[in-house]
């Protein structure tokens, strides 16, 4: 077959079919009587292979040494062509988060989006100082870049420059909550463990409400602050959550604050105190002297009652906390 035969029947532009000819990727091999150059079977074969390579993203000269190379292996082939499509796929993502914060950022003029731009670019940089540096010198930043700094808290490892975006973030935080809310649920325990940290600094109603509808979370942390957020905010039926986490340990002050809150500010005495004093009755020593702790200051009879008949409790230790609490303990209570 001729050129425009060719072209014609397999779609390959006359123009590219004769730059395969001249850098000697797919030349036809046959000549007509009228000394026309014309393509044969083989030559038209080959052509389908290059193109067909081209159509997975090899370069010309990739194509050229897969076709010269006998010993080519497919397979290692197609392992690369996936990772560069990975690395692809990345830098197009990462375009497209970069072009969401700045369209997030609603920008009038070119002036802003230079301007989030450049800001992105500064809390991008590789040296945690400088990121630190620069948050610090936004004082009273533009609210368009609370969006930015939220997605830059949540994605931030080093703690310093962290601790640098919530104070930022509690300066002007509300516009920030639904970034934070929707992240309370994300798949990295990173992400909402930053969300978590940012939400408690802001420590508006609005953020104090968003950790408090998060006391159900399957994941414990979250579970443990959406329960402390929602007992501050009086709500009774966190009592045994609440006692749970004083048995458990790592938030015991935290709660027995919340639990004295409850029983003082909210009239809850008598159900905290009988909370605790089921709980003595089963655990174990070491919760048994948290809950003890717990119960000084938490109002009312039962309360006393339950610290008297623990003067003489087998384990020692919840003996003298007893006892040091109930002659701290002011006689209001």
């Known amino acids: 077959m001729l050129i425009g ?47 067909g390579l081209r159509t997975l993203g090899l370069s010309l ?7 010269a ?49 450049g800001l992105m670019r500064g809390l991008d940089t590789g040296s945690p100082s400088a990121r630190q540096r620069l948050v610090l010198a936004l004082g009273e930043q533009d609210e368009r870049d ?24 509690a300066r002007k935080g509300e516009g920030a909550i639904p970034v934070l809310a929707e992240a309370l649920d994300s798949p990295d325990p990173e992400r909402r463990h930053r969300a978590l940290a940012a939400l408690a600094k802001i420590d508006s109603p609005r953020a104090v409400a968003v950790l408090a509808d998060a006391y159900r979370h399957p994941d414990p ?47 809850q005495e008598e159900a905290v105190a009988r909370a605790i004093a089921a709980e003595l009755a ?3 020593d070491p919760a048994r002297l948290r809950l003890t702790a717990a119960l000084a200051e938490v109002p009312g009879p039962l309360a006393r009652a339950t610290l008297t008949g623990l003067l003489d409790d087998r384990d020692k230790r919840v003996a003298l906390t007893a006892t040091f609490v109930l002659r701290t303990r002011p006689p209001e209570l």
């Open 5 to 51: 035969e060719v072209a014609e029947q397999s779609g390959i532009s006359a123009r590219m079919l004769r730059h395969y000819d001249r850098i000697g990727l797919a030349s036809p091999t046959g000549r007509t009587h009228g000394g026309y150059r014309q393509y044969s079977p083989d030559d038209v074969r080959r052509l389908f292979h290059v193109e």
């Open 61 to 67: 000269q990739e194509i050229a040494d897969v076709l």
């Open 69 to 117: 190379d006998l010993s080519f292996s497919p397979a290692s082939m197609v392992e690369q062509l996936v990772a560069r499509t990975h690395e692809r796929l990345a830098r197009e993502q990462e375009l497209l988060h970069r072009l969401g914060q700045v369209r997030a950022s609603d920008p009038a003029a070119w002036s802003d989006v230079l301007r989030t731009i």
């Open 146 to 169: 609370t969006t930015l700094l939220a997605e830059t808290a949540l994605n931030e490892a080093d703690a310093n420059v962290a601790g640098a975006l919530q104070w930022a973030l």
């Open 221 to 267: 942390l979250v579970s443990a602050r959406g329960t402390l957020a929602r007992g501050r905010r009086g709500t009774a039926d966190t009592i045994p959550a609440l006692v749970a986490l004083v048995v458990n340990g790592p938030d015991d002050v935290e709660a027995a604050e919340v639990l004295a809150v409850l029983a003082a500010g909210h009239g």
């Open 282 to 284: 089963t655990a174990a």
